[in-house]
Every structure is written in C-alpha cells, then in structure tokens.
C-alpha cells in the first residue's frame, strides 16, 4: 500500500491567547498574558487562571467545552474550504477531552446529598456531552468514525494520531482532530490539592519556576489525505509526519525521572516521519511550568535535540488546557511553521542549571521544514507528533495572519 501523505487544511484556536488564530498570533508577537482570578465559578483559591472572556456560546444550553470545540472546529472548517458542506466525503472525527468527560458539578453533588433529590440539568448536559458526537450532530456529520479519547494532558495529541491512523488506512478521506476543555472548578482544585499550581503566573523552564496555571480552550486541525484535498483543488503546504505513544509505567502523576517514556515517544514519531532530530528547526513543549516536569522534559529535549535546539512552551500564553493542550499546541506549532517564527516562551527569566538548556526568551525566526510538539500526561502518558512543511515555503517572511 503506498505511502499516504496527511495534509493539514485547516486549523482552529480559542483560549486566554485569543478568540480565533488572528487574535493569537497578535497576542503572540507582543507577548500578551490573559490571566486573572477565575468568574465561571465559585472559588475561594487565590490562582490566576487562562480564562476565556468575550465569548459567545453557540448552543447556551450546552456544556462549554462542547462550545469552544465548536468555535475552533468552525474556524477551521472555514479555512479548509468546507463551510458550504463535505460533499461525498468520507469524515471521521475524533476529539480529546478531560473535563467534558465528568460530571463536574458540585452544586448537584451538594444539592442532592442535603435533600436527597435535585435538578437534573447538569445530569442532562453531562449526557450530551460527548465532544465527538457533540461536533458531529452540530455539523450534521453521519460517520462511524466518531471517537472522544480520554487520556489526560496528552489526549488532544492523542486524538490527533487515532485521526491520522484513520486516514492512513483508507477508513475515511478526512478528519476534524484536536482536543477541547473548560476550566472548572473540580479540576482546579484537585491540582490545587497536588500543590502543583502556581499563585503567580506560571514560568515554564525558568530556574524559579512554582508550578502551573489551569486554562481552558479548543485546538481543532482539519487533516486530509493529501491526494483528496488536491482533488478539490488545495494545494496542501502543511503536514502530519508522525506520531509517537509511550508509557512510563512508573507513578500516577509523576513523570519517569530519566524521561525514557518520552524518548520513545519522540523516537518513535521521528521514526514514522522518517526524519533524524537535526532535522527539527523547534519543539513546542509540554511545559506545564512545574518542577517535576520541567525537569524530566528539558533533560530529553536535550539529550534528544542537542542544546542548541530552539523549543518553548505555549502554557505561559493559555495555561495548561488538559485535554484541549495537544490540539492547541498542535495548532500554534502550524503556525510557528506557516509563518516562519515562533514567540518568546512567556515567564522564562533565568536558566535552571539542573535542567542546562532554556527555551527562546525572544520572538525567533523559524527556517528549517519540520517542528515537534510534545505532551506529557498523568498515568505515564507521553506523546508526540512531527509537522512539517512543503520545503518551498522555507525563508517566508513571518506575517501575523493570512
């Protein structure tokens, strides 16, 4: 079976970093930070949170990790050319999620313990829920391909490799991929209990780093077999290469301390896209801005890239998004790509000496073909992907938008 190549057609965002891809990349380039104290909810933690404001849900009724996905999913599916319908094409869609995949509602919880009955609205919302099935119905998509993977921080990433081994083995012509999560209370304070989260904004890689802030948002990539999307007329520039999946099997929440887990992961995406790591112009990291993770990630990047490879963390611009973290990165290391530089890595001040090497401090011109972005997750949980694009698009001038 010849090889088939996987083009990225479309992409979508919405976080704390901006409403859609124009908003972030304008935010990017002047080194905004949309933090504050959380309003969705009531909490009496004192964290800064990405929270999303202005925004406008398509459906009020439903849950907001279902809107948001819907948001970015439009966006993307304007930019792929398929606003007007997906004609005869085979679609599969698949999502990652954290949050959307439990019943987050503490009011219930209280509700029904103290009188032993309560509304049931939350129970309903949580029903339909499903972020896969969610964006299907919404798109009025009949598929048999429809998946919401849950597998922590990496399952944005995760969703985006199902979606691409579809496409791989012919099960359909394209694929809505990418992650989505809300910022809840649950969460919030369950890492809170971790004590793992940040009361000042978070400072991946930096020396003097004091952990993470939460964030909510949607990444959505629209992937096609490339013949098929030159069949309707695109000239694809952006591509899937590889993918890689690796288990530490060490601890619950704490990653491998020698990294090994996420070595094999990266080898292992190197290795689909048949590249060596000098062929890697910059890595869009993990970095959650906590001490474990940090520590473990820089030591691989590293020892995998050389200390000389341009890398940084986009959690300083929208938190750390769970679920939704994979497909934005995947998003924002396009665009890195696309457009030729990435930003600063927001919070990054001092060098840690343990960790020996430092993202970029400064908005950095990108000339090489194929970027990587990571994603570390609670269970042991490390994924990968390689992006490239088309050579001829080497030494572009960056732009901000389209």
């Known amino acids: 079976m010849p090889e088939t190549n996987i083009a990225i057609t479309g992409l979508g965002a919405i976080s704390a970093c901006g409403n859609n891809i124009k908003d972030t990349l304008r935010n990017f380039?002047?080194?905004?930070r949309n933090?504050?104290?959380?309003s969705l909810f009531e909490s009496g933690l004192d964290y800064p949170v990405f929270q999303i404001n202005n925004f406008t849900p398509l459906e009020p009724i439903a849950m907001r990790t279902l809107n948001l996905a819907f948001q970015a999913t439009?966006?993307?599916i304007v930019e792929a050319g398929f606003e007007n319908g997906f004609g005869n094409?085979?679609?599969?869609?698949?999502?990652?999620t954290t949050v959307a995949s439990q019943l987050n509602d503490i009011d219930f919880y209280r509700v029904?313990?103290?009188?032993?009955?309560a509304p049931l609205d939350s129970i309903d919302r949580f029903l339909k829920g499903n972020l896969a099935a969610g964006v299907a119905k919404s798109l009025k998509i009949q598929t048999r391909l429809c998946c919401t993977i849950v597998n922590a921080c990496s399952s944005g990433t995760d969703a985006i490799g199902v979606g691409v081994s579809w496409l791989r083995n012919d099960y359909c012509d394209m694929v809505i991929a990418g992650g989505a999560d809300e910022l809840n209370r649950v969460p919030l304070d369950g890492f809170g209990s971790l004590s793992v989260v940040s009361k000042s904004l978070c400072a991946p890689f930096d020396r003097d780093r004091a952990g993470l802030n939460l964030?909510?948002?949607?990444?959505?990539l629209i992937l096609e077999q490339e013949a098929i999307a030159r069949e309707w007329g695109k000239t694809p520039t952006l591509f899937l290469k590889g993918y890689g999946l690796a288990a530490d099997a060490y601890h619950l929440t704490a990653p491998r301390p020698d990294g090994s887990g996420l070595e094999q992961a990266l080898e292992r995406a190197l290795g689909e896209a048949n590249i060596q790591p000098k062929d890697v112009a910059f890595v869009n990291a993990h970095g959650t801005a906590t001490k474990d993770n940090d520590l473990v990630e820089g030591k691989v990047l590293a020892r995998v890239f050389g200390?000389?490879?341009?890398f940084l963390s986009t959690k300083g611009f929208t938190g750390h998004t769970l679920g939704a973290a994979g497909g934005l990165e995947a998003v924002f290391t396009c665009l890195g790509l696309r457009?030729?530089?990435?930003?600063?890595?927001?919070?990054?001040?001092?060098l840690d000496p343990e960790i020996g090497i430092a993202p970029v401090n400064q908005r950095t011109q990108i000339n090489g073909n194929y970027a990587v972005s990571t994603s570390l997750a609670f269970g042991g949980n490390n994924s990968a992907l390689v992006i490239s694009r088309h050579p001829a698009l080497s030494g572009i001038a960056p732009v901000l938008s389209r």
């Open 35 to 38: 933090a504050g104290k959380v």
């Open 215 to 220: 964030g909510e948002g949607a990444g959505i």
């Open 307 to 310: 200390q000389k490879i341009k």
């Open 74 to 76: 439009q966006e993307a």
């Open 112 to 117: 029904y313990r103290e009188k032993g009955s």
């Open 29 to 32: 380039s002047c080194g905004a």
């Open 339 to 350: 457009d030729g530089w990435i930003p600063a890595s927001p919070g990054f001040l001092n």
């Open 89 to 96: 094409l085979r679609v599969g869609i698949c999502l990652g």
